[in-house]
């Protein structure tokens, strides 16, 4: 180019230019006749992407559906939001045979059941509600046992002295803790396994894990607590408990006894505070074959507005009262 005339230079720029521009339309033409992406002729672009958005949704009605499965709701106890743990790891609700009903304040012959009858079959595991203290025994009626002692979270703590919980297992097949003696234990821990023992070894009654949950107003007292089904004194420490969680848990979520209590004495109901505290209650299923169906649903004893009682809670029902 620097050896043209001066004049020539602006008619040479306007051929390069022109060249250009008639290469652009051959490529645009030849992407067109080849069938790949490139603008329709006498189409807009727009009418293009709308028509292959039409195709594509055709396309997706034909094709066979999969089957959705089923929400499950698997929480791995290592991820524990609550300050409590669920005690088993499977759900068959309440035990109900021919020895009776194992819901709480179930008719007895000596008055109302101090604890909840939960249907598993032997050898399931247990587990410690909570961090506390731990320990284990045996008697004629109970069988093998194991007692698991922690403070009442703060949330449930009124007044200047925090109340403990003794939360008493019974009937088991198996404990993994010391006999007689108290040592250290972590919420979720495995503590021993459910069985038959004791006043449980009738053919007429179904295996299960007898569980009682006491609130008294120290640790040194629920350290002593003897669980005795004829003592039924109360304190007031127990009291106000019951209120805190009334106030926290059962009625923001509507959730209640059918029979309207939330404990007896001193006793609480282990279900209400289990349900409260914990996040990982597993899914209620009927009991195999194996146990008869000897099992009822929570839904048979108890409700709640906020979540199904036989699920159970999708988050931790206290995290943000």
Same mark, same amino acid.
């Given at each position: 180019?620097?050896?043209? /005339?001066? &004049? #020539? ?6 051929? %390069?230019?022109a !060249?250009?521009? @008639?290469?652009?339309?051959?490529? $645009? ?11 329709a ?24 559906r ?18 409590w ?39 399931? /595991?247990? &587990? #410690? ?6 320990? %284990?025994?045996? !008697?004629?009626? @109970?069988?093998?046992?194991?007692? $698991? ?56 009654i ?52 059918? !029979? ?16 409260c ?26 409700s ?12 931790f ?5």
């Amino acid at each position: 180019m620097s050896s043209l /005339p001066t &004049f #020539a230079r602006p008619l040479w720029s306007l051929g %390069a230019f022109a !060249s250009l521009a @008639f290469a652009v339309h051959a490529l $645009v033409a030849s992407s067109e006749a080849s069938g790949k992406p490139g603008r329709a002729e006498g189409r807009p672009a727009e009418d293009t992407q709308k028509a292959k958005h039409r195709e594509d949704l055709a396309k997706i009605g034909q094709a066979p559906r999969v089957p959705v499965e089923p929400i499950r709701r698997v929480v791995k106890r290592a991820t524990l939001k609550g300050p409590w743990a669920y005690v088993l790891p499977i759900d068959h609700g309440v035990r109900t045979d021919e020895s009776g009903h194992g819901y709480f304040r179930a008719p007895r012959f000596h008055g109302e059941h101090n604890g909840l009858d939960l249907l598993a079959p032997v050898g399931t /595991p247990v &587990f #410690a509600a909570c961090n506390g203290m731990v320990s %284990a025994g045996q !008697s004629a009626s @109970f069988g093998n046992w194991v007692r $698991v002692v922690c403070p009442v979270p703060k949330s449930l703590a009124k007044g200047n002295q925090t109340p403990y919980a003794s939360i008493f297992y019974a009937h088991l097949s198996r404990t993994d803790v010391p006999f007689d003696s108290w040592t250290h234990v972590r919420k979720g821990a495995g503590i021993g396994t459910t069985g038959k023992t004791g006043n449980a070894r009738g053919d007429n009654i179904q295996p299960h894990l007898h569980l009682e949950l006491i609130i008294q107003s120290s640790q040194r007292a629920a350290l002593a607590e003897r669980h005795l089904g004829r003592d039924q004194s109360t304190v007031a420490a127990a009291e106000r408990f019951f209120d805190a969680l009334t106030a926290t848990c059962l009625a923001p979520n509507g959730f209640r006894a059918n !029979s309207g209590r939330v404990g007896r004495a001193r006793r609480a109901d282990p279900f209400l505070v289990l349900t409260c505290l914990s996040s990982d209650k597993p899914e209620y299923h009927s009991a195999p074959s194996t146990l008869d169906s000897w099992s009822r649903p929570w839904s048979q004893l108890y409700s709640a507005q906020a979540f199904n009682v036989d699920a159970g809670p999708r988050a931790f029902l206290l995290a943000s009262r």
